[in-house]
């Protein structure tokens, strides 16, 4: 069994900082891309960051120069450093990781999202 668990979400005023956190654990042999993705309410999930196990990093367009994610392979565990909050940055942030269970058994996990809340 594979497990993330993610931490660090809350509420900031707009400006504002926050840094998430995503630690998998359980049965791992090798974990590839792992990243974020939100969900406001009404809205659909959409991608916020991926890092692969190279630390190469892909952001969305609207937290470009604002959010960093980065990773620990040591640890399995990967960040999301975020500056200058907007209150449309506002979202349920949900952490996945693509994870070799088994030799040959990959597959996409994901965290049980936290909140993060930016006031106005």
């Known amino acids: 069994q594979v497990q993330l668990v993610e931490s660090g979400g809350g509420l900031v005023q707009a400006g504002g900082s926050l840094r998430l956190s995503c630690a998998a654990s359980g049965s791992i042999f090798s974990c590839n891309a792992m990243g974020w993705y939100r969900q406001a309410p009404g809205k659909q999930r959409e991608s916020v960051a991926t890092?692969?196990?190279?630390?190469?990093?892909n952001y969305a367009d609207s937290v470009k120069g604002r959010f960093t994610i980065s990773r620990d392979n040591a640890k399995n565990t990967v960040y999301l450093q975020m500056n200058s909050l907007k209150p449309e940055d506002t979202a349920v942030y949900y952490c996945y990781a693509n994870i070799e269970s088994r030799v040959g058994v990959w597959n996409n996990y994901w965290g049980q999202g936290t909140q993060v809340t930016v006031s106005s």
């Open positions: 890092i692969s196990s190279g630390g190469r990093s």
